[in-house]
Structures are given as structure tokens and as C-alpha cells.
């Protein structure tokens, strides 16, 4: 033990020395914890418009979408892939952006609601108006999504073709004004 007249020297040193200690050990946590959660620029390719950006890749696309660029076109409604409100096309088809990480869809052509047609002169987009589908709106953005998807690969489905490729949930419950408007989209006859 230091004599007494030493030991406000020497505590004086045994603080320096934590601090010191604890500083390093803090700036090593820092650049730990900057190698874990390190961002990445992804290059993404939505509604014909490249986009770069500093997320992490894991990130889900919509909260790209939403939070990064904008477009809350693409809705949260569940979280799971299950009622359909944050329905994109990924190169053309149907997908669910709620549980995607950003980085499964690099290199692939994007398309938001936001993109389907910007002048709102896509059939669907007509037919969705004139046939009043939508009460609350919530889900249509998803809706539509999915029914141009349909329609891209069946131009003109049955009722039970509509049934098996829009499972999206309309808490509103127009599922059969949601059906008479993509018949009309596609030109068929609307079966009651």
C-alpha cells in the first residue's frame, strides 16, 4: 500500500488508467458494433427509376419503400405475407414486400402502385373507379397490384382463377365489386 501522502497520486492514476481503459474499450465496441450494423448501398431498380441507398440489407422492402423513398402507396398491414397490402411487383409478379429483405430483389425490376400508372389510366385503375370498389382504400394499393399480375398472365381469368391469385385481405369486404372490376379490366363478361 502507497503511503498516505501518495494515495490521492495514486488514485488519481487508477482513475486516468480506467479512463483510458474504458475509452478504448468503448471505442472498440463502437467499431463493433459499426461492422455488425453496417449499411450497404444498394442500387434498386423502382418504377423504372434507379435508386441508391444506404440501408441494411436485410431490411424489408416496404420500409424501403415507405421510410427510405416515399412511397406509401405500398401499405403495412400484417407483417407475415398474409393479407397483401404491401403487394409489388417484382419483375412482373405479385410479391409480398412486407417480409423480402431488400437485398433478394438487387437486380430486379420494381414496381409500387405508385408506378402501375402514375396518370391512373391503367384499365384496372379505371374499372376500380367506375365499378366503386374501394370503401376505406386501405388494401386497394395491394389489390390492384396483385389484379395486374393476374391480368399480365391471364388476360381473361374465371372467377375461380381471380379467387386462387388475389388472396388478398379487403377488411371492407368488396371482394365481389374487387372481382366485377377486374372482369372489366380484362373485357369479359361479369358473372354474378
Same mark, same amino acid.
Given at each position: *500500500? ?30 463493433? *458494433? ?7 448501398? *444498394?442500387?434498386?431498380t423502382i418504377n423504372g ?21 416515399? *412511397? ?38 420494381i414496381t409500387t402502385i405508385?408506378g402501375l400508372a402514375p ?74
Open positions: *500500500m502507497p503511503p498516505l501522502s501518495l494515495l490521492p497520486v495514486a488514485r488519481e492514476r487508477e482513475t486516468r488508467l480506467t479512463l483510458v481503459l474504458a475509452r478504448s474499450t468503448m471505442q472498440n465496441a463502437i467499431r463493433s *458494433m459499426r461492422l455488425f450494423a453496417s449499411e450497404t448501398i *444498394m442500387k434498386l427509376t434507379q435508386h441508391e441507398l444506404d440501408v441494411d440489407p436485410t431490411t424489408p422492402l416496404l420500409w424501403v419503400l415507405r421510410d427510405y423513398l416515399g *412511397m406509401t402507396g405500398t401499405k403495412y398491414g400484417c407483417g407475415i405475407a398474409q393479407c397483401g397490402a404491401c403487394t409489388v411487383h417484382i419483375d412482373g409478379q405479385a410479391t409480398r414486400s412486407c417480409v423480402l429483405p431488400v437485398q433478394a430483389v438487387a437486380d430486379a425490376k405508385e396518370d391512373a389510366s391503367h384499365p384496372l385503375q379505371k374499372a376500380w373507379v367506375e365499378m366503386n370498389v374501394p370503401q376505406c382504400g386501405y388494401c386497394q394499393g395491394g389489390m390492384l397490384m396483385a389484379a395486374a399480375s393476374l391480368l399480365r398472365q391471364t388476360p381473361h381469368p374465371t372467377d375461380e382463377q381471380i379467387d386462387a391469385a388475389v388472396t388478398n385481405l379487403c377488411r371492407c369486404g368488396t371482394y365481389t365489386r374487387i372481382r366485377a372490376a377486374i372482369h372489366k379490366a380484362a373485357g369479359t363478361e361479369v358473372k354474378s
